[in-house]
């Protein structure tokens, strides 16, 4: 497991350096920055939200189901209370970005593969489900923080609720709850495009972090953040849940999922919106690189608990 957790995460810091020398050699411009955050927010992404709920519904599926979506609503609520009261002393700019990272984690792309490698297929299944009210949040309540200043609450949200990838996350709960199967061709395409995701995605943030000062990389408010992300909110999940008397599977799920660095869309967002891109891609690597600790150690510690 941990051979797959550091390749995977090795893959992810190539990519990374490959869009940072494509950045500085000039070959990705200004308007090519552009350009790609267009594609991954209004094709790739959507198709990756599509995917994810490409999935069987097998017995006994329901009632589990409903405790995962249960806990997983609780640490959304979390994340939001969090995101509202730890970062007021912030730049405005700074702190949307860190309140965004806070309700969005990488749990997407880098949650399902180390979730299969700790906890098996039955893992994936869970996390499937487990980050359907961390999709809703991330295009709603999540985006809105970037809003802030832009037009009114409603103008803002009704943008929102019908930007493609909300609209991808709605017809995804529908083909998951119906078991709507796509045509061949329409799945092998949304499977080809959403397997570009982590690639583009990658190269994007390699690509600001070509503009960042390396002497500014660590800071207090990097250090903080990444103690909420990767310690303080996993650790709340895990303390409640295994309280509950939960099932050690949706404990370590719910768990493993909320210790997840910062979402890959964070300086995406932030470069759409105005805000921060160049805080909201320190966070990513930041976050991600302490990751190469923090999840074996959660790892170890959910696994301990496991059935034998």
Not at 42 to 70: D, H, Q, R
Not at 227 to 256: W, Y
């Amino acid at each position: 497991m941990y051979s797959s957790l550091f390749n995977l995460m090795g893959m992810m810091f190539l990519i990374i350096a490959a869009g940072f020398v494509l950045r500085r050699r000039g070959i990705i411009t200004d308007e090519g920055k552009k350009v790609l955050t267009d594609i991954i927010l209004c094709f790739v992404l959507p198709c990756n939200i599509l995917k994810s709920y490409m999935m069987a519904i097998e017995p006994g599926f329901w009632s589990t189901m409903l405790a995962l979506l249960a806990v997983a609503t609780g640490v959304q609520v979390l994340s939001l209370i969090l995101a509202h009261t730890l970062y007021r002393r912030f730049r405005p700019s700074e702190m949307q970005v860190y309140q965004y990272g806070t309700v969005t984690s990488n749990s997407g792309f880098l949650g399902l593969p180390v979730t299969e490698g700790v906890f098996g297929p039955t893992g994936v299944l869970y996390a499937s489900v487990f980050l359907v009210p961390q999709r809703i949040v991330m295009w709603t309540a999540g985006a809105a923080f970037f809003q802030k200043g832009n037009g009114s609450k409603w103008s803002a949200y009704r943008k929102i609720l019908t930007n493609v990838c909300m609209i991808a996350t709605y017809f995804g709960l529908l083909a998951m709850l119906l078991q709507i199967k796509f045509p061949p061709v329409i799945e092998k395409t949304i499977t080809t495009v959403s397997s570009s995701n982590t690639a583009l995605t990658m190269l994007y943030i390699g690509a600001v972090i070509g503009d960042v000062d390396f002497n500014g990389l660590v800071s207090w408010n990097q250090v903080y953040y990444a103690t909420v992300r990767l310690v303080l909110i996993p650790l709340i999940t895990f303390s409640a849940s295994s309280l509950l008397g939960l099932k050690p599977l949706v404990v370590g799920v719910a768990t493993l999922l909320s210790a997840m660095p910062c979402g890959s869309t964070t300086p995406l967002l932030a470069a759409k919106y105005g805000a921060d891109e160049i805080a909201g891609a320190k966070a990513v690597i930041f976050t991600t690189v302490l990751s190469l600790i923090t999840l074996p150690i959660w790892s170890m510690i959910l696994l301990s608990g496991m059935p034998a």
